[in-house]
């Protein structure tokens, strides 16, 4: 993840996130999906003009929902691209024995 300049004014990375997803989602509903990480006590929320969200959806005027950008591949390294329990490989709930 992008780290925080120093010299950006407080506020400045939320106004660069919204900008970004006004742009990517043409004003449109959507849902954006984001890496947060905690450092310390502090929750740190990504730069999105530095490293894209990880899943974007936006909403069409019926209400159906579109994948704008995906880029879940980030995290399933050694894994299916796609969600494994939709793809019906796991269960909800099921654990892994030992």
Do not use: W
Request: glycine share 10%; aromatic share 4%; net charge positive.
């Amino acid at each position: 993840m992008a780290g925080h300049p120093a010299n950006c004014p407080k506020g400045e990375r939320g106004r660069r996130n919204t900008a970004y997803l006004d742009a990517a989602a043409s004003r449109s509903d959507l849902v954006a999906v984001t890496a947060t990480r905690k450092v310390g006590g502090i929750t740190d929320t990504p730069d999105l003009a530095a490293a894209e969200p990880l899943l974007l959806l936006t909403r069409d005027p019926a209400g159906n929902f579109t994948t704008r950008l995906d880029n879940t591949a980030r995290y399933t390294i050694g894994q299916p691209a796609q969600n494994r329990f939709h793809a019906g490989q796991c269960t909800p709930g099921a654990r892994r024995r030992a």
